[in-house]
């Protein structure tokens, strides 16, 4: 495997050589990560030259509306699905909230959705509320104690009336990876669409949806080195099925009727930079793929902070104990509260956080009462093994 060149990667993020967090080692990356160069310099250059109503023939506009059909086209590429079915919103709690209307207009009093208590509460709460309309919500819970989704389970839930799935490809608190593609496949014989929440994944290497096979996948781009907003792939022909949520004029226009808010034009222009940036990555290791680049760096990096973590008896590692199942995101229940100690390692330079991360559900499933939360750490592929020396280092005289 490649070895990651973590001065090329961290010359990519201006983040790491400002003075203001000049030796601060950034551990709250699952909240949002560093922004890349890429993303500055497209947002710049929109702000700069083009920040007026895109799509006419006089200049600035003309740019505008080319930037904004860029990320458009990069991200589709890099996504593995088609143009019209990738969609921008200002963030994926509203784009799933505007989901669940879409469909709540489709489906009959009776017919049945399947959530979790592993999710973020924005690809939970949406869909719950549509129990006032008549819909009925079953649960597909966590084992208590460890927080892992058995797929085995769905069976008991699966019925003639279920129409959609939601869940996460990894959770924000428990980070274990579920295995999309073989769930999809499964719902895909069912008959049930699968709705899966990707803001937790897609940080550490985008996805290739399209071989993954969930009917409609949602990330955060300013979890993905890129802007505020939220980026969503939904199939064309279920999208073509959902009831429009925008102008009535956009009932036809598959790029618009699921985000009825208008678009942020310069944060989309900047999207591609995303791309630019995974694009940089692979050239400079000589073609390999992003995501396994990301990937493979992650995984190497968690090795020693999984190995401090399960040499502890006085914590609660929350998820996966091998690096390879899980994201980089560690949530560690303690005798205290969880943002008490972040405060603490504040001191020691370290920036995390500590609460339940909107995974209230999850959290209380896993018998932690949501006052006290949990600490959470989280690395990226930027990170470097002496920060997670230096985060050893400060839990230690900490705890």
């Known amino acids: 495997m490649t070895t990651l060149d973590l001065d090329f990667v961290r010359a990519q993020f201006p983040a790491f050589d400002q003075p203001e967090l000049e030796g601060w080692a950034f551990f709250e990356n699952a909240g949002g990560s560093y922004p890349c160069r890429h993303v500055i310099d497209r947002l710049f250059e929109a702000y700069t030259k083009a920040k007026i109503q895109p799509y006419w023939s006089f200049p600035g506009s003309s740019r505008m509306g080319e930037m904004m059909d860029e990320s458009r086209t990069r991200l589709a590429v890099a996504l593995g699905v088609a143009e019209d079915e990738v969609h921008f919103g200002p963030s994926t709690t509203q ?4 989901l669940a209307q879409a469909f709540r207009q489709t489906l009959a009093e009776g017919d ?7 999710d973020h509460e924005a690809n939970t709460g949406p869909w719950r509320r549509l129990a006032e309309e008549g819909l009925v919500i079953r649960e597909w819970q966590i084992d208590p104690a ?15 009336r279920t129409r959609v799935l939601c869940f996460p490809h990894a959770s924000n608190v428990v980070a274990e990876i579920n295995p999309v593609a073989e769930i999809a496949a499964k719902m895909r014989g069912a008959g049930v669409v699968t709705v899966v929440d990707g803001v937790s994944y897609a940080p550490h290497g985008l996805p290739d949806v399209g071989t993954l096979g969930a009917d409609i996948y949602l990330f955060s781009a300013y979890k993905t080195h890129g802007p505020h907003q939220g980026v969503m792939v939904v199939r064309r022909s279920l999208a073509e099925r959902l009831v429009n949520q925008g102008h009535y004029f956009n009932a036809d226009n598959l790029m618009a009727k699921l985000t009825p808010a208008g678009p942020d034009h310069a944060q989309i222009a900047a999207l591609a930079g995303m791309v630019d940036y995974a ?3 692979s050239a400079h290791h000589g073609g390999g793929n992003a995501h396994d680049l990301m ?8 090795a020693p902070l999984l190995d401090y973590l399960r040499s502890r008896n006085d914590i609660r590692l929350l998820g996966p104990t091998r690096a390879e199942d899980r994201a980089p995101t560690f949530a560690i229940e303690l005798d205290r509260s ?15 956080g500590g609460g339940d991360f909107y995974s209230r559900r999850t959290v209380e499933a896993l018998g932690i009462d949501p006052a006290k939360g949990v600490l959470r750490v989280s690395a990226l592929h930027y990170t470097t093994p002496g920060e997670i020396d230096r985060l050893i280092a400060a839990l230690d005289a900490v705890l």
Request: charged share 25%; net charge negative.
């Open 338 to 352: 969880g943002d008490e100690v972040a405060v603490e390692l504040a001191n020691h330079k370290i920036m995390c």
């Open 146 to 160: 460890t927080g892992h989704l058995d797929p085995a389970d769905l069976d008991a839930l699966i019925g003639e």
């Open 295 to 302: 990937r493979g760096a992650e995984i190497a990096v968690m």
């Open 95 to 98: 784009n799933t909230y505007v």
């Open 112 to 118: 049945e959705i399947i959530v979790t208590n592993q």
């Open 279 to 281: 694009d940089a990555l």
